[in-house]
Nanobody
Framework: QVQLVESGGGLVQAGGSLRLSCAVS??????????MGWFRQAPGQEREFVAA????????AYADSVKGRFTIARDNAKNTVYLQMNSLKPEDTALYYC????????????????????WGQGTQVTVSS
């Protein structure tokens, strides 16, 4: 099994910052060999891609809506992926999920949910105006 535990969410005013963390554990996946991604889902909306990082961290990608404000990073020694969120806007309010990519040593980044096969339970981010 693989477990993903997100943390760092909360309530913040517009313009503020949060740093999300996602700790990965379990024997079925060696964290450092897989791409990671962050997705989010707002009430009444579909889950959407936010950011992704390849297994080696050589490639990253962002949704246009967060580009320049969010930064994804990973620490393979700690089996943890991070999402630094700056200049937050009310439209960033959502439940944020991290996910493990399905491809061993996937050198590129992955944008769609079906390319990930393990998911966390999510951490709530609420941005007030």
């Amino acid at each position: 099994q693989v477990q993903l535990v997100e943390s760092g969410g909360g309530l913040v005013q517009a313009g503020g910052s949060l740093r999300l963390s996602c700790a990965v554990s379990g024997q079925r996946r060696t964290f450092s060999r897989y791409a990671m991604g962050w997705f989010r889902q707002a009430p009444g909306q579909e889950r959407e891609f936010v950011a992704a990082i390849s297994w080696s961290a050589s490639n990253t990608a962002y949704a246009d809506s967060v580009k320049g404000r969010f930064t994804i990073a990973r620490d393979n020694a700690k089996n943890t992926v991070y999402l630094q969120m700056n200049s937050l806007k009310p439209e960033d309010t959502a439940l944020y999920y991290c996910a493990v990519g399905a491809t061993l040593y996937g050198s590129r980044v992955y944008y769609t949910a079906h390319e990930y096969d393990y998911w966390g339970q999510g951490t709530q981010v609420t941005v007030s105006s």
